[in-house]
Every structure is written in structure tokens, then in C-alpha cells.
């Protein structure tokens, strides 16, 4: 296995990490695991491009470990009251329908790049999470209004961006 692909399993391994370190409140371990796993979503992607190392196992595995650390988040987010759950609805199906798109245009041999709109949603995504994090343990007058913008910003763009692929790939619908 070479190294983007040790730094995706190692993101997905540090998810039950982050799990419980939110659930036992330790809020600042929590941060510090999530924005590790972040920078090696970052790093992997770069190593595997400037080496020649992007494999089938990166491209499905790559945003799958994005998905399940973040989306990790948003769960505990929604148990803990700081996200309504409606929005993580909203999240989630968004995903689970670009996801569908993604693996009918495949089985035809078509691929559904990753459009900039979706890029915006993750990073926004990727920026609320450790925002909420610390605002629940530290500075949460200032930081959980923030982190609501930056929600708000990333629900929007998640909504926008899944609208995006469906206008853009609607071929994918008629097949």
C-alpha cells in the first residue's frame, strides 16, 4: 500500500478516535484529531498526484474517508443539539444522490467529476466542524455564532452544488 492510500485508512481510523474523544468532552482532542485527519486528506491527494501514486483504491476510498470523518461529526453534532437534524438530512441526501448519480454514470462508462461548487461544500464543511467543535468547549459565545454562519454557508452550498450535478448530469437520469 503506498502512502496516500496509508494516509486515507489512517483518516478512517482516526474516526472512532474523534468519536469518543468528543463524547468524553475533550473537546480540544477532538479538534486536534480532526484537523490531523483534515491535512491528511489534503496530503494524501498531493503525494498521489505529484508521485503517479493515484490508484482505484484512493479514488473510492479518498472521499469515502472525507465523507465518514465529517459527516462523524455533523451525527455527534445533531446528538448533541448544535446541528438540528433536518439539516444533516438535507446533507446526506445530497450526498447519497450525487453518490447515485456518480455510480449509474460510472456502470456506462461516464464519470461525474467533482465540480468547484462541490469543493466549496466540503471545504466549508471542513471549516464549520472544527469551528462547532471548539465552540462547544471553549469560546462559545464567539465561536458558536460563527460556526452557525459558516453551517448556514455550507448547507447552502451543499443544497447549490447538489442542484449543480443533477442540472449538469440529468443524461445520467435518462440512461
Known sequence: MNLPNKLTVARVIAVPFFIIAFL????LVAFVI????????LLDGKI???RGLVTNFGKIMDPLADKILVYSAFCLFVESG????WMLTIILAREFAVAGMR???ASEGIVVAAGMSGKIKT???MITVPILILGSGYFESI???IGNVVLWASLIATVYSGAEYIIQNKNVFSM
Open 24 to 27: 468524553m468532552n475533550w473537546y
Open 34 to 41: 480532526f484537523i490531523v485527519a483534515s491535512f491528511t486528506d
Open 48 to 50: 498521489a498526484r505529484a
Open 82 to 85: 448544535i446541528v438540528p437534524g
Open 103 to 105: 455510480t449509474v454514470a
Open 123 to 125: 471545504v466549508l464543511q
Open 143 to 145: 465561536l458558536m455564532p
